[in-house]
């Protein structure tokens, strides 16, 4: 099941035309929704990170978080929402789910995109976030550490081609999806 689910995650075909030395396509779509509404993404995904943040030699649960990612670039969680709302709010509402379930977690950082975090979010849980950004361009490129690690995280789940699109047109399928391409990025790391 798993490896269908990824295959379909990584290739962007139709359920109905997974090879059929995957199984029953149906049969994987039920169990695709069955694992969506049980959280099964998030787990793996916080199974995964923990593992690879020790074989880092790292804590299992980080401490600095740069909006959905840690320092390392892996994710922490993800979640879509409508093109209305405005990326501050949506990443409150992330951090604010996610937080809880990782009290290491002391400090956050942003780019200018997302000054609104800088204020409320440090008066809840004693996060600290730190907005980093050029007051004008260098004459060369040079990334602004460690914020470049979520250009980095973008561009390697970008490689997952039913990321392209959200057919089933809600944000709990495009969220799975997110977090199903997580959870195999993840994979390929270990």
């Not at 139709?14 to 199984?23: K, M, N």
């Not at 996610?98 to 008066?123: C, E, Q, S």
Request: some cysteine; charged content about 30%; overall charge positive.
């Amino acid at each position: 099941m798993l490896n269908a689910i990824l295959y379909r995650a990584r290739t962007g075909w139709q359920w109905r035309y997974l090879p059929a030395e995957l199984g029953k396509w149906n049969t994987i779509w039920k169990t695709f929704c069955r694992w969506c509404d049980r959280g099964v993404w998030q787990q793996a995904m916080d199974v995964l990170r923990r593992t690879l943040r020790v074989r880092e030699g790292r804590d299992p649960e980080p401490s600095m978080v740069t909006i959905a990612i840690d320092e390392l670039g892996l994710p922490i969680g993800a979640t879509v929402h409508g093109a209305r709302r405005h990326d501050v709010r949506a990443a409150r509402d992330l951090l604010d789910e996610l937080l809880p379930n990782h009290p290491r977690v002391a400090d956050g950082l942003g780019d200018r995109g997302f000054r609104g975090l800088a204020g409320p979010i440090p008066r809840w849980r004693g996060v600290t976030v730190e907005i980093k950004h050029r007051e004008r361009l260098p004459d060369e490129f040079k990334p602004v550490k460690p914020l470049w690690r979520v250009e980095d995280t973008f561009a390697d789940l970008g490689r997952w081609r039913r990321l392209a699109r959200s057919f089933e047109a809600t944000p709990a399928s495009a969220t799975a999806w997110v977090q199903i391409a997580c959870v195999g990025w993840l994979l390929t790391m270990l």
